[in-house]
């Protein structure tokens, strides 16, 4: 059975950090393209980071860039998001996504 499982995530103050998991169970992460999305209320669902599976080649939103990085453990089939100088603005519930496979999403409260 192919999942995603989640974890990390949580309140954390502005300016403060948090790590994201998505570890794959019935496929390898290292082969697929990985996507890290974010939904807060009353919003669409919009796309965070991605890392390539062909060269680890990155690519994130605006809005993240520079306080956000996506990383790999392949030992681990797992894939990260290193969450740094958070911001209110960062409140969401977050996913990763593999080929059609999306993660059960974790929330992510910045809040003081």
């Known amino acids: 059975q192919l999942k995603l499982k989640q974890s990390g995530g949580g309140l954390v103050q502005p300016g403060g950090s948090l790590r994201l998991t998505c570890a794959g169970s019935?496929?390898?992460?290292?082969?697929?393209?990985i996507g890290w999305f974010r939904q807060a209320p009353g919003k669409e669902r919009e796309g965070v980071s991605c890392?390539?599976?062909?060269?680890?080649?990155?690519w994130y939103a605006d809005s993240v860039k520079g306080r956000f990085t996506v990383s790999r453990d392949n030992a681990a089939n797992t894939v990260y998001l290193q969450m740094n100088n958070l911001k209110p603005e960062d409140t969401a519930a977050y996913y990763c996504?593999?080929?059609?496979?999306w993660g059960q999403g974790t929330q992510v409260t910045v809040s003081s």
């Open positions: 890392i390539s599976s062909s060269d680890d080649s990155t």
């Open positions: 019935g496929f390898i992460l290292q082969h697929y393209d």
């Open positions: 996504k593999v080929s059609e496979y």
